[in-house]
Protein backbone atom coordinates (compact mmCIF):
# COMPACT_ATOMS: atom_id res chain seq x y z
CA UNK A 1 0.00 0.00 0.00
CA UNK A 2 1.53 3.33 -1.12
CA UNK A 3 0.98 6.60 0.95
CA UNK A 4 -1.77 7.76 -1.00
CA UNK A 5 -3.40 4.56 0.03
CA UNK A 6 -2.70 4.28 3.42
CA UNK A 7 -3.66 8.23 4.41
CA UNK A 8 -7.01 8.42 1.79
CA UNK A 9 -9.36 7.31 4.57
CA UNK A 10 -8.77 10.61 6.17
CA UNK A 11 -10.59 12.10 3.61
CA UNK A 12 -14.08 11.69 2.33
CA UNK A 13 -15.27 9.31 0.21
CA UNK A 14 -17.53 11.78 -1.99
CA UNK A 15 -14.61 13.99 -2.11
CA UNK A 16 -13.36 13.96 -6.23
CA UNK A 17 -10.61 13.27 -7.67
CA UNK A 18 -8.93 12.66 -11.03
CA UNK A 19 -7.33 9.67 -12.23
CA UNK A 20 -7.33 5.69 -11.11
CA UNK A 21 -4.53 6.14 -9.11
CA UNK A 22 -4.64 10.29 -7.83
CA UNK A 23 -1.77 12.42 -8.34
CA UNK A 24 0.13 12.95 -5.49
CA UNK A 25 1.40 16.46 -6.58
CA UNK A 26 4.54 17.55 -4.98
CA UNK A 27 5.03 21.33 -6.33
CA UNK A 28 4.49 23.35 -9.59
CA UNK A 29 6.41 26.20 -11.23
CA UNK A 30 4.02 28.16 -13.94
CA UNK A 31 1.74 25.96 -16.61
CA UNK A 32 3.89 22.41 -15.25
CA UNK A 33 3.48 20.25 -11.69
CA UNK A 34 5.46 17.10 -10.83
CA UNK A 35 4.12 14.52 -8.52
CA UNK A 36 5.56 12.87 -5.51
CA UNK A 37 7.43 10.16 -8.01
CA UNK A 38 9.30 13.25 -10.09
CA UNK A 39 7.48 12.79 -12.84
CA UNK A 40 6.36 16.40 -15.31
CA UNK A 41 2.97 17.19 -16.52
CA UNK A 42 1.86 19.69 -18.46
CA UNK A 43 -1.07 21.62 -16.48
CA UNK A 44 -3.64 22.28 -18.65
CA UNK A 45 -6.66 22.85 -15.92
CA UNK A 46 -5.09 25.18 -13.80
CA UNK A 47 -6.44 23.49 -10.63
CA UNK A 48 -9.70 24.02 -12.65
CA UNK A 49 -9.73 27.40 -13.75
CA UNK A 50 -7.58 28.41 -10.70
CA UNK A 51 -4.40 28.94 -11.45
CA UNK A 52 -4.36 32.04 -13.76
CA UNK A 53 -0.71 33.53 -13.98
CA UNK A 54 0.99 30.37 -13.42
CA UNK A 55 1.58 28.35 -10.12
CA UNK A 56 3.95 29.76 -7.75
CA UNK A 57 4.47 32.62 -9.91
CA UNK A 58 7.85 35.04 -9.01
CA UNK A 59 5.70 38.20 -8.33
CA UNK A 60 2.98 36.57 -6.67
CA UNK A 61 4.65 35.04 -4.22
CA UNK A 62 6.94 37.39 -3.24
CA UNK A 63 4.30 40.57 -2.63
CA UNK A 64 2.71 37.69 -0.29
CA UNK A 65 5.93 37.39 1.52
CA UNK A 66 6.36 40.87 2.37
CA UNK A 67 2.62 40.96 3.46
CA UNK A 68 3.15 37.94 5.68
CA UNK A 69 5.49 39.92 7.48
CA UNK A 70 3.91 42.53 7.61
CA UNK A 71 0.09 41.89 9.02
CA UNK A 72 -1.62 38.80 8.46
CA UNK A 73 -5.41 39.42 9.73
CA UNK A 74 -7.52 42.09 11.11
CA UNK A 75 -11.38 41.46 10.15
CA UNK A 76 -12.92 43.90 8.42
CA UNK A 77 -13.57 45.34 11.75
CA UNK A 78 -10.76 47.70 11.08
CA UNK A 79 -9.85 48.81 7.79
CA UNK A 80 -6.51 47.74 6.09
CA UNK A 81 -4.24 49.44 3.07
CA UNK A 82 -4.47 46.16 0.97
CA UNK A 83 -7.87 45.73 0.81
CA UNK A 84 -8.30 49.31 -0.26
CA UNK A 85 -6.02 49.34 -2.73
CA UNK A 86 -7.12 46.09 -4.44
CA UNK A 87 -10.99 47.31 -4.05
CA UNK A 88 -9.40 50.08 -6.30
CA UNK A 89 -7.65 48.34 -9.23
CA UNK A 90 -10.41 45.54 -8.88
CA UNK A 91 -13.43 47.91 -9.79
CA UNK A 92 -11.16 49.97 -12.25
CA UNK A 93 -11.50 46.68 -14.75
CA UNK A 94 -15.62 47.10 -14.66
CA UNK A 95 -17.85 49.08 -16.09
CA UNK A 96 -18.44 52.46 -13.97
CA UNK A 97 -21.67 51.20 -12.52
CA UNK A 98 -19.84 48.61 -10.29
CA UNK A 99 -18.55 49.77 -7.86
CA UNK A 100 -18.86 48.53 -4.79
CA UNK A 101 -17.11 45.53 -3.31
CA UNK A 102 -18.17 42.77 -0.59
CA UNK A 103 -14.70 40.45 -0.60
CA UNK A 104 -15.34 36.38 0.41
CA UNK A 105 -13.26 33.69 0.55
CA UNK A 106 -14.74 31.44 -2.45
CA UNK A 107 -16.72 31.35 -5.48
CA UNK A 108 -19.72 29.29 -4.06
CA UNK A 109 -19.81 31.92 -0.97
CA UNK A 110 -20.02 34.98 -3.61
CA UNK A 111 -22.94 33.48 -5.50
CA UNK A 112 -24.68 32.79 -2.17
CA UNK A 113 -24.42 36.30 -1.25
CA UNK A 114 -25.41 37.58 -4.53
CA UNK A 115 -28.77 35.95 -4.61
CA UNK A 116 -28.90 37.45 -0.92
CA UNK A 117 -28.30 41.32 -2.23
CA UNK A 118 -30.82 40.35 -5.51
CA UNK A 119 -33.62 38.98 -3.06
CA UNK A 120 -32.84 42.02 -0.10
CA UNK A 121 -32.99 44.94 -2.68
CA UNK A 122 -36.00 43.50 -4.89
CA UNK A 123 -38.26 42.18 -1.98
CA UNK A 124 -38.57 38.97 -4.34
CA UNK A 125 -37.48 35.57 -3.21
CA UNK A 126 -37.37 33.23 -6.28
CA UNK A 127 -34.42 33.55 -8.62
CA UNK A 128 -33.60 32.17 -11.94
CA UNK A 129 -30.73 30.53 -13.13
CA UNK A 130 -29.71 27.66 -16.68
CA UNK A 131 -29.77 24.45 -16.54
CA UNK A 132 -26.51 22.63 -16.74
CA UNK A 133 -25.11 25.68 -14.74
CA UNK A 134 -22.53 25.56 -12.02
CA UNK A 135 -22.63 27.52 -9.04
CA UNK A 136 -21.19 26.29 -6.28
CA UNK A 137 -21.99 24.09 -3.87
CA UNK A 138 -23.45 26.21 -0.43
CA UNK A 139 -26.72 24.44 0.25
CA UNK A 140 -28.47 27.64 -0.70
CA UNK A 141 -26.20 28.09 -3.87
CA UNK A 142 -27.17 24.33 -4.68
CA UNK A 143 -30.43 25.22 -6.05
CA UNK A 144 -29.16 27.05 -8.31
CA UNK A 145 -26.41 24.27 -9.59
CA UNK A 146 -28.30 22.28 -12.28
CA UNK A 147 -26.51 19.43 -12.77
CA UNK A 148 -27.64 16.30 -11.29
CA UNK A 149 -24.59 14.83 -10.64
CA UNK A 150 -23.49 17.63 -8.18
CA UNK A 151 -26.81 17.14 -6.10
CA UNK A 152 -26.88 15.48 -2.84
CA UNK A 153 -30.42 13.84 -2.07
CA UNK A 154 -31.91 16.81 0.20
CA UNK A 155 -33.75 20.02 -0.34
CA UNK A 156 -32.03 22.61 -2.48
CA UNK A 157 -34.08 23.99 -4.91
CA UNK A 158 -36.03 26.21 -3.01
CA UNK A 159 -36.68 29.57 -4.71
CA UNK A 160 -34.36 28.71 -7.45
CA UNK A 161 -36.43 28.08 -11.14
CA UNK A 162 -34.82 26.67 -13.99
CA UNK A 163 -34.48 27.97 -17.49
CA UNK A 164 -33.65 25.97 -20.74
CA UNK A 165 -29.79 25.85 -21.42
CA UNK A 166 -29.20 27.31 -24.56
CA UNK A 167 -26.95 25.04 -26.06
CA UNK A 168 -26.33 25.32 -29.79
CA UNK A 169 -24.46 21.86 -30.12
CA UNK A 170 -26.84 19.67 -27.67
CA UNK A 171 -29.82 21.81 -27.66
CA UNK A 172 -32.87 21.38 -30.44
CA UNK A 173 -31.32 24.74 -32.37
CA UNK A 174 -27.99 25.83 -33.56
CA UNK A 175 -25.40 25.52 -36.29
CA UNK A 176 -21.65 26.21 -36.95
CA UNK A 177 -22.61 30.12 -36.68
CA UNK A 178 -24.19 30.58 -33.66
CA UNK A 179 -21.53 30.65 -30.98
CA UNK A 180 -18.93 33.37 -30.46
CA UNK A 181 -16.14 30.86 -31.24
CA UNK A 182 -13.00 30.87 -33.86
CA UNK A 183 -13.82 27.12 -34.74
CA UNK A 184 -17.17 26.51 -36.41
CA UNK A 185 -19.76 24.11 -34.56
CA UNK A 186 -19.63 20.59 -36.22
CA UNK A 187 -23.71 20.29 -35.61
CA UNK A 188 -23.78 21.93 -39.37
CA UNK A 189 -25.54 24.59 -41.21
CA UNK A 190 -27.72 27.03 -39.24
CA UNK A 191 -28.52 29.81 -41.64
CA UNK A 192 -27.69 32.64 -39.54
CA UNK A 193 -25.85 35.56 -41.11
CA UNK A 194 -23.67 38.67 -40.28
CA UNK A 195 -26.97 40.05 -38.75
CA UNK A 196 -29.04 37.82 -35.15
CA UNK A 197 -28.93 34.90 -35.16
CA UNK A 198 -31.62 32.06 -35.74
CA UNK A 199 -31.27 29.93 -32.59
CA UNK A 200 -31.22 32.99 -30.16
CA UNK A 201 -34.70 34.07 -31.00
CA UNK A 202 -35.91 30.52 -30.30
CA UNK A 203 -34.15 29.99 -27.25
CA UNK A 204 -35.21 33.50 -26.08
CA UNK A 205 -38.84 32.49 -26.89
CA UNK A 206 -37.91 29.89 -24.15
CA UNK A 207 -36.61 31.69 -21.68
CA UNK A 208 -39.15 34.39 -22.20
CA UNK A 209 -41.94 31.44 -20.98
CA UNK A 210 -40.11 30.56 -18.43
CA UNK A 211 -40.41 34.22 -17.14
CA UNK A 212 -44.65 34.35 -18.16
CA UNK A 213 -45.00 30.64 -16.37
CA UNK A 214 -43.39 30.82 -13.55
CA UNK A 215 -43.54 34.71 -12.36
CA UNK A 216 -46.48 36.35 -11.42
CA UNK A 217 -47.70 38.76 -14.27
CA UNK A 218 -46.70 41.81 -12.32
CA UNK A 219 -42.80 40.95 -11.65
CA UNK A 220 -40.06 38.71 -12.52
CA UNK A 221 -37.24 37.23 -10.60
CA UNK A 222 -35.39 38.33 -7.75
CA UNK A 223 -32.28 37.84 -10.09
CA UNK A 224 -31.11 35.60 -12.84
CA UNK A 225 -27.93 33.79 -11.97
CA UNK A 226 -25.94 33.03 -14.97
CA UNK A 227 -22.03 31.88 -16.14
CA UNK A 228 -20.77 34.05 -19.32
CA UNK A 229 -19.56 30.54 -20.29
CA UNK A 230 -20.76 27.28 -18.58
CA UNK A 231 -17.36 25.90 -16.91
CA UNK A 232 -18.32 22.43 -14.92
CA UNK A 233 -21.59 21.83 -17.52
CA UNK A 234 -18.62 21.16 -20.07
CA UNK A 235 -17.67 24.58 -21.83
CA UNK A 236 -21.35 25.80 -22.82
CA UNK A 237 -21.36 28.44 -25.04
CA UNK A 238 -24.90 30.31 -25.66
CA UNK A 239 -25.71 32.00 -29.02
CA UNK A 240 -24.19 35.41 -29.99
CA UNK A 241 -26.34 37.72 -27.75
CA UNK A 242 -28.06 35.45 -25.40
CA UNK A 243 -26.45 37.13 -22.63
CA UNK A 244 -27.66 40.98 -23.63
CA UNK A 245 -31.18 39.56 -24.76
CA UNK A 246 -31.92 37.87 -21.63
CA UNK A 247 -30.71 40.28 -19.60
CA UNK A 248 -32.72 43.03 -20.81
CA UNK A 249 -35.44 40.96 -20.26
CA UNK A 250 -34.91 40.18 -16.60
CA UNK A 251 -34.35 43.96 -16.38
CA UNK A 252 -37.38 44.75 -17.91
CA UNK A 253 -39.37 42.81 -15.07
CA UNK A 254 -37.59 44.64 -12.37
CA UNK A 255 -34.86 41.91 -11.67
CA UNK A 256 -31.21 41.74 -11.21
CA UNK A 257 -28.92 40.22 -13.16
CA UNK A 258 -25.67 38.38 -11.89
CA UNK A 259 -23.07 37.49 -13.91
CA UNK A 260 -20.86 34.70 -12.49
CA UNK A 261 -17.17 35.26 -13.54
CA UNK A 262 -16.12 32.77 -11.32
CA UNK A 263 -14.58 30.69 -13.81
CA UNK A 264 -14.44 33.43 -17.10
CA UNK A 265 -13.18 36.69 -15.96
CA UNK A 266 -9.69 38.45 -15.66
CA UNK A 267 -8.95 38.15 -19.03
CA UNK A 268 -9.21 34.22 -19.74
CA UNK A 269 -11.55 34.98 -22.51
CA UNK A 270 -9.09 36.81 -24.62
CA UNK A 271 -11.46 39.34 -26.49
CA UNK A 272 -12.54 41.53 -22.99
CA UNK A 273 -11.26 40.89 -18.84
CA UNK A 274 -15.00 39.57 -18.11
CA UNK A 275 -16.60 36.90 -19.42
CA UNK A 276 -20.59 39.48 -19.86
CA UNK A 277 -18.05 41.46 -22.07
CA UNK A 278 -18.36 39.39 -24.89
CA UNK A 279 -21.70 39.37 -25.13
CA UNK A 280 -22.46 43.21 -24.62
CA UNK A 281 -24.58 42.70 -21.42
CA UNK A 282 -25.01 44.79 -18.38
CA UNK A 283 -25.23 42.78 -15.25
CA UNK A 284 -26.05 44.57 -11.90
CA UNK A 285 -24.28 42.47 -9.75
CA UNK A 286 -20.23 40.32 -10.86
CA UNK A 287 -19.09 37.48 -8.96
CA UNK A 288 -15.25 36.46 -8.90
CA UNK A 289 -13.14 33.90 -7.48
CA UNK A 290 -10.83 30.94 -8.93
CA UNK A 291 -8.50 32.81 -11.26
CA UNK A 292 -8.21 36.06 -9.30
CA UNK A 293 -6.16 34.98 -6.18
CA UNK A 294 -4.34 32.63 -8.17
CA UNK A 295 -4.84 29.97 -6.24
CA UNK A 296 -5.32 31.61 -2.95
CA UNK A 297 -8.79 31.66 -1.69
CA UNK A 298 -10.14 34.75 -2.63
CA UNK A 299 -13.86 35.58 -3.96
CA UNK A 300 -15.52 38.74 -4.79
CA UNK A 301 -19.37 40.33 -5.11
CA UNK A 302 -19.05 43.64 -6.98
CA UNK A 303 -22.06 45.79 -7.40
CA UNK A 304 -23.75 48.76 -7.31
CA UNK A 305 -23.87 51.64 -4.86
CA UNK A 306 -27.87 51.30 -4.41
CA UNK A 307 -27.85 47.77 -4.21
CA UNK A 308 -24.97 47.26 -1.69
CA UNK A 309 -27.26 50.39 0.06
CA UNK A 310 -30.35 48.03 0.37
CA UNK A 311 -28.15 45.19 2.24
CA UNK A 312 -27.69 47.60 5.61
CA UNK A 313 -31.20 46.61 6.56
CA UNK A 314 -28.96 44.27 8.69
CA UNK A 315 -25.60 43.89 9.77
CA UNK A 316 -22.83 42.43 7.51
CA UNK A 317 -19.56 40.61 8.13
CA UNK A 318 -16.81 38.32 6.71
CA UNK A 319 -14.33 37.11 9.26
CA UNK A 320 -12.05 36.22 6.31
CA UNK A 321 -12.99 38.14 3.20
CA UNK A 322 -10.74 40.50 1.93
CA UNK A 323 -7.70 39.87 4.32
CA UNK A 324 -4.53 41.82 3.86
CA UNK A 325 -2.90 38.11 2.72
CA UNK A 326 -5.99 37.90 -0.17
CA UNK A 327 -6.17 41.04 -1.26
CA UNK A 328 -2.09 41.52 -1.73
CA UNK A 329 -2.46 38.50 -3.16
CA UNK A 330 -5.07 39.72 -5.76
CA UNK A 331 -3.18 42.51 -6.74
CA UNK A 332 -0.70 41.21 -7.76
CA UNK A 333 -2.30 38.74 -9.84
CA UNK A 334 -4.00 41.91 -11.89
CA UNK A 335 0.12 43.71 -11.88
CA UNK A 336 1.06 40.52 -13.56
CA UNK A 337 -2.03 39.99 -16.26
CA UNK A 338 -1.46 43.41 -17.17
CA UNK A 339 2.65 43.91 -16.96
CA UNK A 340 2.91 40.18 -18.73
CA UNK A 341 -0.28 40.79 -21.32
CA UNK A 342 -1.58 37.54 -20.57
CA UNK A 343 -5.39 38.49 -21.98
CA UNK A 344 -3.79 39.62 -25.01
CA UNK A 345 -2.02 35.92 -24.69
CA UNK A 346 -5.42 33.83 -24.42
CA UNK A 347 -6.39 35.52 -27.51
CA UNK A 348 -3.49 34.29 -29.66
CA UNK A 349 -2.73 31.07 -27.88
CA UNK A 350 -6.53 30.51 -27.28
CA UNK A 351 -7.67 30.27 -30.89
CA UNK A 352 -4.72 28.51 -32.33
CA UNK A 353 -5.93 26.27 -29.15
CA UNK A 354 -8.78 25.74 -31.01
CA UNK A 355 -7.75 25.52 -34.24
CA UNK A 356 -5.18 22.67 -33.81
CA UNK A 357 -8.39 20.63 -31.78
CA UNK A 358 -10.45 21.31 -34.81
CA UNK A 359 -7.66 19.83 -37.04
CA UNK A 360 -7.97 16.48 -34.77
CA UNK A 361 -8.93 13.94 -37.39
CA UNK A 362 -11.18 11.48 -34.72
CA UNK A 363 -15.05 10.15 -34.83
CA UNK A 364 -14.61 10.72 -31.72
CA UNK A 365 -14.41 14.52 -31.48
CA UNK A 366 -17.97 16.09 -31.68
CA UNK A 367 -17.46 19.21 -31.12
CA UNK A 368 -14.85 21.81 -29.99
CA UNK A 369 -15.93 25.00 -28.36
CA UNK A 370 -14.67 28.03 -26.37
CA UNK A 371 -12.91 31.27 -26.39
CA UNK A 372 -9.73 32.49 -25.57
CA UNK A 373 -8.11 30.22 -22.75
CA UNK A 374 -11.73 28.68 -21.93
CA UNK A 375 -11.94 25.62 -23.96
CA UNK A 376 -14.09 22.42 -24.43
CA UNK A 377 -13.48 19.02 -26.28
CA UNK A 378 -16.90 17.30 -26.52
CA UNK A 379 -16.41 13.28 -26.77
CA UNK A 380 -19.29 11.55 -28.57
CA UNK A 381 -19.46 7.89 -29.76
CA UNK A 382 -20.37 6.13 -33.31
CA UNK A 383 -23.71 6.76 -33.16
CA UNK A 384 -23.45 10.42 -32.25
CA UNK A 385 -23.86 10.27 -28.61
CA UNK A 386 -21.93 11.01 -25.37
CA UNK A 387 -19.12 8.38 -25.02
CA UNK A 388 -19.53 6.02 -22.82
CA UNK A 389 -17.52 6.92 -19.33
CA UNK A 390 -15.31 3.71 -19.25
CA UNK A 391 -14.23 4.64 -22.49
CA UNK A 392 -13.75 8.75 -21.57
CA UNK A 393 -11.37 7.26 -18.75
CA UNK A 394 -9.10 5.65 -21.15
CA UNK A 395 -8.56 8.23 -23.00
CA UNK A 396 -8.38 10.78 -19.95
CA UNK A 397 -5.79 8.45 -18.34
CA UNK A 398 -3.77 8.13 -21.32
CA UNK A 399 -3.28 11.89 -22.08
CA UNK A 400 -1.79 11.88 -18.70
CA UNK A 401 0.42 9.26 -18.90
CA UNK A 402 1.62 11.00 -21.75
CA UNK A 403 2.42 13.93 -19.54
CA UNK A 404 -0.27 16.44 -20.16
CA UNK A 405 -2.74 17.14 -17.15
CA UNK A 406 -6.56 18.18 -18.59
CA UNK A 407 -10.23 18.11 -16.74
CA UNK A 408 -13.39 16.72 -17.64
CA UNK A 409 -17.40 18.02 -17.40
CA UNK A 410 -20.29 18.17 -18.65
CA UNK A 411 -23.83 15.79 -17.22
CA UNK A 412 -22.35 12.79 -18.78
CA UNK A 413 -18.56 14.03 -18.18
CA UNK A 414 -17.77 13.46 -21.80
CA UNK A 415 -16.25 16.91 -22.21
CA UNK A 416 -12.30 17.37 -22.00
CA UNK A 417 -11.96 20.54 -20.31
CA UNK A 418 -8.61 22.80 -21.03
CA UNK A 419 -8.15 25.90 -18.41
CA UNK A 420 -4.49 25.93 -18.52
CA UNK A 421 -2.71 28.68 -16.39
CA UNK A 422 -2.95 31.53 -19.00
CA UNK A 423 0.85 31.69 -19.46
CA UNK A 424 1.03 28.89 -21.75
CA UNK A 425 2.83 29.07 -25.02
CA UNK A 426 2.08 27.76 -28.80
CA UNK A 427 4.28 25.26 -28.30
CA UNK A 428 2.83 24.09 -24.69
CA UNK A 429 -0.27 23.65 -26.83
CA UNK A 430 1.14 21.76 -29.49
CA UNK A 431 2.51 19.20 -26.87
CA UNK A 432 -1.21 19.06 -25.39
CA UNK A 433 -2.57 18.30 -28.59
CA UNK A 434 -0.35 15.68 -30.03
CA UNK A 435 -1.13 14.23 -26.32
CA UNK A 436 -4.84 14.03 -26.59
CA UNK A 437 -4.77 13.40 -30.41
CA UNK A 438 -2.58 10.01 -29.51
CA UNK A 439 -4.77 9.19 -26.81
CA UNK A 440 -7.80 9.74 -29.10
CA UNK A 441 -6.10 7.67 -31.63
CA UNK A 442 -5.07 4.46 -29.24
Known sequence: MNRVQALRPLLPPSMVTFYRKPLLVERGEMQFLWDSEGKKYLDMFGGIVTVSVGHCHPKVNEALKKQLDKLWHTTSIYYTSPMFEYAEKLTATLPDHLKVCFFTNSGSEANDLALALARVHTGRFDCLSLRNGYHGMTQTVLGSTNLGTWKQPMPSGFGILK??????????????????????????????????????????????????????????????????????????????????????????????????????????????FWGFQTQDAKPDIVTMAKGMGNGFPIGAVVTTKEIAQSFTKALYFNTFGGNPMAATVGSAVLDVIKEEKLQENCAVVGTYFLEQLAAIQSPLVGDVRGKGLMIGVELIDESGGPLASDRVANIFEDIKDRGVLVGKGGLKGNVLRIKPPMCISKKDVDVAVDAIAEALKK
Not at 201 to 222: I, K, N, R, V
Not at 243 to 262: N, P, T, W, Y
Open 163 to 272: AMCPDPYNGPWGGKNCRDCPVPNKKGECGCGPGPCKALAHYMCQFQETLDFDFPASGGPAGFLVESVQGVGGTVQYPRGFLKSAFDAVHARGGLCISDEVQTGFGRMGSH
